[in-house]
């Protein structure tokens, strides 16, 4: 009857895991699930524990890293952070202390710059400060 313990503890700890998406329990989830398969075999509760314990938490120290990484990977870059390193083309001259206009991606930003850029100059998007691009020259 230690399989049906188990069975009860795998359902707790996926329903914790569903209600916190924090992939910690689900490494759990899998050590409780291979105990209770080992339960048909081993009748000692100990052993058992013992195993559930270990075994959750190599799971838990060897796969977390790499998920994580590979849910990092999966983040798409937003509307914002996908124009960065891209170029634009200045519609309004910028200089050193005004800001201009930029186009690019279809849409008019202010930016600014440590260069001067003419109207119809190609600069490149260094990064985002609050709704102004700061952009930087294209070298010819």
């Known amino acids: 009857m230690d399989w049906i313990f188990w069975l009860v503890l795998v359902i707790i700890l996926s329903v ?10 689900i490494w759990f989830v899998a050590s409780g699930i291979v105990v209770m398969i080992l339960s048909f075999f081993i009748g000692d509760v100990a052993i058992e524990s013992t ?3 270990i075994l959750g938490i190599i799971l838990l120290l060897v796969t977390r890293p790499i998920v994580a990484r590979l849910r990092s990977k999966d983040n798409a870059k937003t509307n914002l952070d996908r124009i ?7 519609t309004e001259d910028i200089t050193k202390n005004t800001v201009g206009e ?20 190609t600069v490149r998007v260094l990064k985002i400060d609050g709704v102004k ?5 294209e070298e010819d």
């Open 133 to 137: 691009l700061i952009v930087e020259k």
């Open 16 to 25: 914790i895991e569903i209600a916190t998406v924090s992939l910690v329990s």
């Open 102 to 121: 930029v186009k690019i991606d279809g849409k008019r930003w202010s930016a600014i710059s440590k260069d001067k850029c003419l109207k119809g100059d």
């Open 84 to 90: 960065i390193g891209e170029d634009a083309i200045v």
């Open 51 to 53: 195993i559930f314990a």
